[in-house]
């Protein structure tokens, strides 16, 4: 058990951190007894436990040589390991061995005093601090490569480990898989044949030919997409007068034969000629769709039909709680049932949105994400809830394609797209939790062409064991784990015996798993192993204790 020691400003998201990192925890109480005190707070005199780490200034007083009040993150080292923290920095005396340095510099930024029987590891920036940041304000395009938030809890959990004590957990990926793979499309556009004269059909033209042709000379596309590129643009006029197929809209049927065994969710716009409100961006009128959703009911209607989930591609409603609702109502006429999950048009989004989505009656968002890069916008792979909401969960967005692509964003070619996403899919092997991944609709036809690299996206994340889910299926999985909750811990010569209970009981497949963290001792030297069991409801599990741990 952890006991935390925090101020009453942080409790909040002392609370978020251990939805995500789920073992047995609660605030410091004088009269229990523990194995484990965190600090962001002055700890009690005379604390005895295994393990106390203290964050930031807390018992760091007389150890402090310098501080950092950096305008800009600062990079830290741990086990080649290399993770940026965003708030100040406490240069701490190395009297013990060093956990963290500084990049490229030998300030110590954590240290272990390995004192007996006590052993006390200070960190010199406040962990919780981080976590705010985090879900707040999220990371600057430069670190979306760095799953911040799992490499906090990778730390706290190896150091506990490593100090002899057992660890218990619920993983953030369901039993029987490495990870969650989360498949999107925003529609943004249904027809090429709904685009005429407008900005949408000569951009679609210029690509097609000029940029084409360019982009072969330079050998960023091969020859073969230059010339379906260029049979498309000559192609239009009959597909304008029905006499050839539409190729934006033939994506959906691609889509579903694609996905067959895989499903995903598509976000649709509410209203036809609409840009919304308070979009303080370059062209903003061009944010507006040329299609009606309430003419598109078969179309949705198909997509349901064959498992895959419809959801609001919203325009206002991240600003205004009675747009919001009117929004979800259109998607509603259309498919006859209330979008659950909402994904903001150009990812639009405030400090007020996870309240007003909430109030407008979504059970989830998947708007935090980037426009212009890929990886980790509040640094996880976890779904989580946002600050301002209560119920509202937000589904991360990792992968993009016009992030990847374009060429006013990453704009890279598909090798160098493919080593980026490899990154993530590691990511995801090492800490679990759900890649979601938007693949626009239009983006397997002309003039983008981006099927052959999505297919073999999908291919590798089937090849790596994932669980793949509908936004909505995944959220209710981590609904379910936030639910669950650790009851009395005992450990015996045998056993570790958890009580445990959750508020969405067995409602959800696949199930959560109990994974215990064992320490051991190999040679005189310190390596983790973990057991783990499959959680189905019990509210009693005895765990035994291998014959390689030593507790």
């Known amino acids: 058990m952890i006991g935390v020691v925090c ?26 007894s523990y194995d484990v005190v965190l600090a962001t707070d002055v700890p009690p005199q005379g604390i005895e436990v295994k393990l106390l780490v203290t964050y930031g200034l807390a018992g760091n007083e007389k150890r402090i040589t310098s501080n950092s009040g ?129 900005h949408t059909m000569w951009g679609f033209l210029r690509r097609t030919s000029i940029g084409s042709l360019l982009k072969a000379a330079r050998g960023r596309i091969s020859l073969k997409k230059c010339f379906r590129n260029l049979k498309a643009a000559l192609s239009l006029p009959a597909v304008y007068f029905g006499i050839c197929k539409d190729f934006w809209m033939e994506d959906f049927q691609k889509f579903v034969e694609l996905e067959r065994n895989f499903k995903s969710t598509f976000f649709f716009i509410p209203y036809k000629n609409v840009p919304g409100d308070r979009v303080n961006k370059p062209h903003s009128e061009r944010r507006a769709a040329a299609y009606d959703v309430s003419e598109e009911q078969p179309l949705l209607r198909h997509l349901m039909f064959a498992g895959h989930e419809v959801g609001l591609h919203g325009i206002d409603a991240w600003h205004s709680v009675e747009k919001g609702v009117a929004e979800s ?47 980790y916008r509040a640094g996880t792979s976890q779904v989580f809830r946002p600050c301002g909401a ?18 006013g964003n990453m704009d890279l070619t598909e ?28 983006s397997l036809a002309p003039e983008r062409l981006w099927g052959d690299f999505y297919t073999r996206l999908l291919e590798t994340l089937d090849a790596r064991n994932a669980w793949f889910a509908t936004a909505s299926q995944v959220v209710d999985w981590f ?31 696949p199930n959560l798993i109990i994974r215990t963290h064992w320490p051991n001792m190999n040679q005189g030297l310190r390596t983790r192993r973990f057991t783990d069991a499959i959680w189905t409801g019990e509210d009693l599990i005895d765990i035994r204790i291998p014959q390689f741990a030593e507790v």
């Open 70 to 198: 950096q305008s800009e993150e600062t990079y830290v080292e741990y086990e080649n390991t290399i993770f940026p923290v965003y708030g100040r920095i406490a240069l701490i005396d190395s009297q013990g061995p060093v956990l963290l340095r500084l990049r490229g510099s030998s300030g110590a930024v954590a240290v272990d005093e390995n004192s007996h029987p006590m052993r006390v590891i200070h960190v010199g920036y406040d962990l919780f601090e981080e976590i705010r940041f985090l879900l707040e304000s999220g990371q600057p395009k430069r670190n979306a490569p760095i799953p911040t938030l799992e490499i906090h809890i990778s730390m706290l959990r190896n150091w506990i480990v490593d100090s002899g004590i057992p660890l218990v957990e619920i993983p953030p990926t369901p039993s029987g898989y490495e990870f969650i793979v989360c498949l999107t499309h925003d529609v943004d556009f249904i027809r090429i044949r709904d685009h005429k004269f407008d």
């Open 415 to 442: 090798d160098e797209a493919w080593n980026r996403c490899d990154e993530l899919i590691q990511n995801a092997i090492t800490y679990s939790g759900v890649v979601t991944v938007l693949w626009h609709t239009r």
């Open 390 to 407: 209560n119920s509202l969960l937000e589904l991360p967005l990792h992968i993009q394609d016009t992030a990847l692509f374009y060429s």
């Open 479 to 509: 609904r379910l784990r936030r639910s669950f909750s650790f009851g009395q811990v005992d450990l015996n010569e045998q056993s570790i015996r958890l009580a445990t209970k959750s508020a969405v009981r067995g409602s959800v497949v």
């Open 7 to 32: 101020p009453e400003s942080q409790r909040n998201l002392v609370t978020e951190f251990f939805e995500f990192f789920k073992t047995p925890w609660e605030f410091y109480r004088p009269e229990r």
């Open 329 to 375: 109502n259109r998607i509603e006429q259309a498919t006859g049932k209330p979008p659950i999950g909402v994904r903001m048009h150009w990812l639009c989004f405030d400090d007020t949105s996870p309240q007003k989505l909430e109030e407008a009656g979504f059970q989830y968002d998947s708007t935090v994400g980037y426009n212009n890069a890929i990886g």
